[in-house]
């Protein structure tokens, strides 16, 4: 039982002792600090896909808005820059029924729109 006194006795002293228990601070190694990435900035992408050369297959109107009253027209042959969507392709000045372009992956029949 006295062994046992005595080595708690030694543990105490050893524990709270400063010159035995070394400062948190000089254990601690020293890091250096990590190099940060640098962001590179990405260009934006363009949302508007471009226009294309459309070949007109077929006499078509030109209309002001897709359903549109008519304000003009084009013949068979002619080539314009558009883009379609959906049934109408959007030229400058007006709108024109894209079966009636060579742009027809639905195969629209060309018919008086």
């Known amino acids: ?3 046992l006194a ?23 190694p020293t890091v250096s ?4 990435a640098q962001v590179l900035a990405v260009p934006a992408v363009p949302t508007v896909v471009p226009a ?5 297959v077929g ?14 027209n ?3 042959g002619d080539v314009v820059m558009g883009e379609c969507v959906g049934n109408w392709c959007k030229i400058e000045g007006g709108y024109i029924w894209r079966g009636c ?13």
Do not use: H, Q, W
């Not at 294309?52 to 007109?56: G, P, R």
């Not at 060579?102 to 629209?108: E, T, V």
């Open 74 to 76: 084009l013949r068979r």
């Open 33 to 36: 600090p990590v190099p940060t």
């Open 52 to 56: 294309k050369v459309l070949a007109i």
């Open 6 to 28: 005595f080595i708690l006795a030694v543990l105490a002293l050893v524990a709270c002792s400063p010159e035995i228990v070394p400062a948190i601070t000089d254990t601690v």
């Open 101 to 113: 372009t060579d742009d027809n992956p639905d195969r629209k029949r060309c018919e008086a729109r």
């Open 1 to 3: 039982m006295k062994t």
């Open 59 to 72: 006499d078509v109107y030109i209309r002001n808005e897709p359903d549109g009253s008519v304000i003009g």
